[in-house]
């Protein structure tokens, strides 16, 4: 079962979550602040990192940051509905999904299960690397490289890659990227979607302004070229 | 005509006082000069043609050629202007003109004539022509013995004297050209500070009206220069007066309110973060509540229950304070409005066709925030499957409504229209206007509905944010109606 490291500050609900993931067979370790789960992260070596944006002292997207400075484990984060404004700066910062608190245990299980979840291989005859412009997608060894140097993604944005280059030039609602990346409902936050495009690009584009990887139809959704 | 501007019953005003002004001036200076020209000549007329009477040398009963001649002397006379004369006596009617006697001398004349032996006058028009006739009866007048006073006694024989005024009305009638002509500039010349007076008269109103149109748009701080004394400044510190006081209460009212709401959001966010501990420990309570003894499990599932429902009541608390904030958010993406529909019962297995009839038709694009939208349709389904009864219908159109005159277009727009139908018993009259309403309960013994009690006013706002409106009703078969209305711009209906 995965490794799951929480950092939260409440007590109450460090204890509640820990102990209803604990019951679900996770490896669960707790931390109060953000400093304490940092030092943490190495030693636990987590699947899986819970955070909570509002932290004392080092809050959670500082947090988040510096977990992506140096590592792509996926991030999802505690948040309270309303705290819009956080939520969005956590996306931008790196993380890969959100969790509206309170919620209940299989909620929150539900989206671990989702974010740790391997994007479905589509099968068939495809070769182990794909080429498209000048990016390499190995959907086998789950790496991206462009030019031949390897591309940092995290855990949202690889899967992100992955579906839409999956079926090129296909367009894909937000709606329709939130059931099959995030397995969120349908009417789920498309700013999920919107945050991933905005890193994806950051990496993968040579000038992100002008995308030719990841384009977006106006009033449509994304789709992945055509590359010309 | 109802005339209603200010200004022009001002200037109006000004110019029938100017008008009655210059008109009665000239009317009197009229009458006074005319009555003037007029008793001039007439007196002279009288005078002398009764001198000239007197002077005549009569032997009773006179003949024929005797009263001629007089006539032809008298007629010679004439004073101011030549005049005709005529007599008469029994009978004989004798003149100086061609006629024997005058149409003009009227019944009336002769009448006077009898009764005063000094003569008398009429003005007569004839014909357009003013004429002024003079009659002097002939008397004998013999002293009285002892008495020293005088009978009069007439001699029958009665002189009349016609005279043309032409000269006299050309008079009268050249002061009327000059008093008209002295008016009507005398009225222009009082337009110039009538339309003074009104615009120095006008000027405050005019502030007065630009000031409580802006107070109308809630601009509570707007106050009014106050110039000098007199009643409009005075009206001006009062509009002052009572605007500062509105916007005082105006202001207490809704420090208290947001402190009120405030205290809602507050409170509601003190209780997620112990609900956040409680709602993920459930399940374990849940599982483990079978192996406890009948009462400690029975203890342990209620307290499950009510924490999700808590849950529950505090996330739909905090979003009604999120839209009294005004901090709620629209996040709007373009997706097909039926495709929406569908996933919202889908998601909530609200699927059943004897349950739920559906009537989607595909391609009607919306902008929407698919989120809320969910929360829109899945409050009013459920809403629908909760107190009306089976088959809900759901249906969908973009029709063309008349936009609110409010808006100030006035024009007409296309609008998405989601209506949700039930069979039951329909909405009483008496709820209706508070289905809306938060913990608004139509059975007053019901303590608790099922849902937060939150539901249809998190509906309205959420149709709101859109720019929409949610009405409900009865349907013409009975049964709740509730219709939601969104505003589409033309080019979002692509099917």
Same mark, same amino acid.
């Given at each position: 079962?995965?490794?799951?490291?929480?950092?939260?500050?409440?007590?109450?609900?460090?204890?509640?979550?820990?102990?209803?993931?604990?019951?679900?067979?996770?490896?669960?370790?707790?931390?109060?602040?953000?400093?304490?789960?940092?030092?943490?992260?190495?030693?636990?070596?987590?699947?899986?990192?819970?955070?909570?944006?509002?932290?004392?002292?080092?809050?959670?997207?500082?947090?988040?940051?510096?977990?992506?400075?140096?590592?792509?484990?996926?991030?999802?984060?505690?948040?309270?509905?309303?705290?819009?404004?956080?939520?969005?700066?956590?996306?931008?910062?790196?993380?890969?999904?959100?969790?509206?608190?309170?919620?209940?245990?299989?909620?929150?299980?539900?989206?671990?299960?989702?974010?740790?979840?391997?994007?479905?291989?589509?099968?068939?005859?495809?070769?182990?690397?794909?080429?498209?412009?000048?990016?390499?997608?190995?959907?086998?060894?789950?790496?991206?490289?462009?030019?031949?140097?390897?591309?940092?993604?995290?855990?949202?944005?690889?899967?992100?890659?992955?579906?839409?280059?999956?079926?090129?030039?296909?367009?894909?609602?937000?709606?329709?990227?939130?059931?099959?990346?995030?397995?969120?409902?349908?009417?789920?936050?498309?700013?999920?979607?919107?945050?991933?495009?905005?890193?994806?690009?950051?990496?993968?584009?040579?000038?992100?302004?002008?995308?030719?990887?990841?384009?977006?139809?106006?009033?449509?959704?994304?789709?992945?070229?055509?590359?010309? | 005509?109802?005339?209603?501007?200010?200004?022009?019953?001002?200037?109006?005003?000004?110019?029938?006082?100017?008008?009655?002004?210059?008109?009665?001036?000239?009317?009197?200076?009229?009458?006074?000069?005319?009555?003037?020209?007029?008793?001039?000549?007439?007196?002279?007329?009288?005078?002398?043609?009764?001198?000239?009477?007197?002077?005549?040398?009569?032997?009773?009963?006179?003949?024929?050629?005797?009263?001629?001649?007089?006539?032809?002397?008298?007629?010679?006379?004439?004073?101011?202007?030549?005049?005709?004369?005529?007599?008469?006596?029994?009978?004989?009617?004798?003149?100086?003109?061609?006629?024997?006697?005058?149409?003009?001398?009227?019944?009336?004349?002769?009448?006077?004539?009898?009764?005063?032996?000094?003569?008398?006058?009429?003005?007569?028009?004839?014909?357009?022509?003013?004429?002024?006739?003079?009659?002097?009866?002939?008397?004998?007048?013999?002293?009285?013995?002892?008495?020293?006073?005088?009978?009069?006694?007439?001699?029958?024989?009665?002189?009349?004297?016609?005279?043309?005024?032409?000269?006299?009305?050309?008079?009268?009638?050249?002061?009327?050209?000059?008093?008209?002509?002295?008016?009507?500039?005398?009225?222009?010349?009082?337009?110039?500070?009538?339309?003074?007076?009104?615009?120095?008269?006008?000027?405050?109103?005019?502030?007065?009206?630009?000031?409580?149109?802006?107070?109308?748009?809630?601009?509570?701080?707007?106050?009014?220069?106050?110039?000098?004394?007199?009643?409009?400044?005075?009206?001006?510190?009062?509009?002052?007066?009572?605007?500062?006081?509105?916007?005082?209460?105006?202001?207490?009212?809704?420090?208290?309110?947001?402190?009120?709401?405030?205290?809602?959001?507050?409170?509601?966010?003190?209780? %997620?973060?112990?609900?956040?501990?409680?709602?993920? !420990?459930?399940? +374990?309570? =849940?599982?483990?509540? $079978?192996? *406890? #003894? /009948?009462?400690?499990?029975?203890?342990?599932?209620?307290?499950?229950?009510?924490?999700?429902?808590?849950?529950?009541?505090?996330?739909?608390?905090?979003?009604?304070?999120?839209?009294?904030?005004?901090?709620?958010?629209?996040?709007?993406?373009?997706?097909?409005?039926?495709?929406?529909?569908?996933?919202?019962?889908?998601? %909530?297995?609200?699927?059943?066709?004897?349950?739920? !009839?559906?009537? +989607?038709? =595909?391609?009607?694009? $919306?902008? *929407? #925030? /698919?989120?809320?939208?969910?929360?829109?349709?899945?409050?009013?389904?459920?809403?629908?499957?909760?107190?009306?009864?089976?088959?809900?219908?759901?249906?969908?159109?973009?029709?063309?409504?008349?936009?609110?005159?409010?808006?100030?277009?006035?024009?007409?727009?296309?609008?998405?229209?989601?209506?949700?139908?039930?069979?039951?018993?329909?909405?009483?009259?008496?709820?209706?206007?508070?289905?809306?309403?938060?913990?608004?309960? $139509?059975?007053?013994?019901?303590?608790?509905?099922?849902?937060?009690?939150?539901?249809?006013?998190?509906?309205?706002?959420?149709?709101?944010?859109?720019?929409?409106?949610?009405?409900?009703?009865?349907?013409?078969?009975?049964?709740?109606?509730?219709?939601?209305?969104?505003?589409?711009?033309?080019?979002?209906?692509?099917?």
């Amino acid at each position: 079962m995965p490794r799951v490291l929480l950092i939260e500050d409440d007590p109450s609900v460090r204890e509640g979550v820990e102990l209803g993931l604990r019951r679900r067979g996770h490896d669960v370790r707790t931390a109060a602040t953000g400093e304490d789960g940092l030092a943490a992260l190495a030693e636990f070596r987590p699947d899986l990192l819970l955070l909570d944006l509002m932290l004392p002292g080092m809050n959670g997207v500082q947090v988040c940051r510096r977990v992506r400075e140096s590592s792509q484990l996926p991030i999802i984060m505690l948040t309270a509905r309303g705290d819009d404004f956080d939520v969005v700066i956590g996306l931008e910062a790196g993380a890969d999904d959100y969790i509206v608190k309170p919620a209940r245990t299989e909620v929150i299980e539900a989206r671990i299960r989702a974010v740790l979840r391997r994007i479905e291989d589509p099968g068939g005859a495809r070769p182990a690397v794909e080429f498209h412009g000048e990016l390499a997608v190995d959907r086998a060894g789950l790496t991206v490289a462009k030019n031949g140097e390897h591309l940092a993604l995290a855990p949202s944005e690889l899967k992100l890659l992955l579906h839409l280059c999956a079926s090129p030039e296909q367009v894909f609602s937000r709606q329709q990227l939130l059931e099959h990346v995030w397995e969120h409902s349908y009417h789920g936050d498309a700013r999920l979607v919107d945050a991933c495009v905005r890193r994806l690009r950051n990496k993968i584009e040579d000038i992100p302004g002008s995308p030719r990887y990841i384009q977006t139809l106006r009033g449509f959704g994304y789709r992945f070229g055509p590359l010309c | 005509m109802l005339i209603s501007g200010l200004r022009t019953r001002l200037v109006l005003a000004f110019l029938l006082v100017a008008a009655v002004g210059c008109g009665t001036t000239a009317a009197l200076t009229y009458r006074e000069a005319r009555n003037a020209i007029l008793e001039q000549a007439q007196d002279t007329a009288v005078s002398s043609f009764r001198d000239q009477i007197q002077e005549l040398h009569l032997n009773l009963p006179p003949n024929n050629e005797q009263m001629q001649g007089m006539v032809r002397g008298l007629a010679r006379q004439g004073k101011p202007r030549n005049w005709w004369v005529y007599v008469e006596y029994g009978s004989v009617r004798i003149s100086s003109g061609t006629n024997p006697t005058s149409t003009v001398i009227t019944p009336e004349l002769r009448r006077q004539a009898r009764g005063t032996p000094h003569g008398s006058f009429q003005r007569v028009v004839k014909n357009g022509e003013p004429y002024l006739t003079v009659v002097v009866p002939v008397v004998f007048k013999t002293a009285q013995t002892g008495t020293g006073g005088q009978t009069v006694r007439p001699t029958g024989l009665t002189f009349y004297a016609v005279m043309q005024l032409t000269d006299e009305q050309a008079n009268i009638d050249a002061m009327v050209v000059a008093a008209r002509d002295g008016a009507l500039p005398a009225l222009a010349i009082a337009l110039v500070p009538a339309l003074l007076a009104a615009r120095s008269v006008l000027r405050p109103v005019r502030d007065l009206r630009q000031a409580a149109r802006s107070l109308g748009r809630g601009r509570l701080d707007t106050r009014i220069p106050v110039k000098g004394g007199g009643e409009l400044s005075e009206l001006a510190r009062t509009f002052n007066e009572s605007t500062a006081a509105l916007e005082r209460s105006v202001d207490e009212l809704q420090r208290a309110e947001a402190r009120a709401r405030r205290f809602a959001s507050d409170v509601s966010h003190e209780l %997620r973060t112990p609900l956040a501990g409680m709602l993920a !420990v459930t399940e +374990l309570l =849940d599982e483990d509540a $079978a192996g *406890l #003894d /009948p009462d400690t499990a029975a203890a342990v599932r209620l307290i499950s229950n009510e924490t999700g429902k808590l849950a529950v009541l505090v996330e739909d608390l905090m979003e009604i304070s999120r839209f009294d904030a005004r901090a709620a958010e629209l996040n709007t993406d373009e997706v097909d409005a039926a495709e929406t529909i569908r996933r919202t019962l889908q998601s %909530r297995h609200w699927t059943d066709p004897a349950e739920i !009839v559906l009537d +989607l038709p =595909d391609g009607i694009r $919306a902008r *929407l #925030d /698919p989120r809320r939208f969910d929360v829109v349709i899945a409050n009013l389904v459920g809403n629908a499957l909760r107190h009306g009864r089976p088959p809900v219908t759901v249906g969908l159109r973009a029709e063309s409504l008349a936009q609110d005159p409010a808006d100030g277009a006035g024009g007409v727009a296309l609008w998405l229209v989601t209506e949700v139908a039930d069979r039951g018993p329909g909405i009483p009259p008496d709820v209706l206007p508070h289905v809306f309403d938060r913990f608004y309960k $139509a059975d007053q013994a019901r303590t608790r509905s099922a849902g937060s009690g939150l539901g249809l006013a998190i509906t309205l706002e959420n149709v709101r944010l859109h720019g929409g409106t949610v009405r409900a009703a009865n349907g013409p078969d009975g049964g709740a109606v509730f219709a939601v209305e969104i505003p589409l711009t033309a080019s979002e209906v692509t099917a």
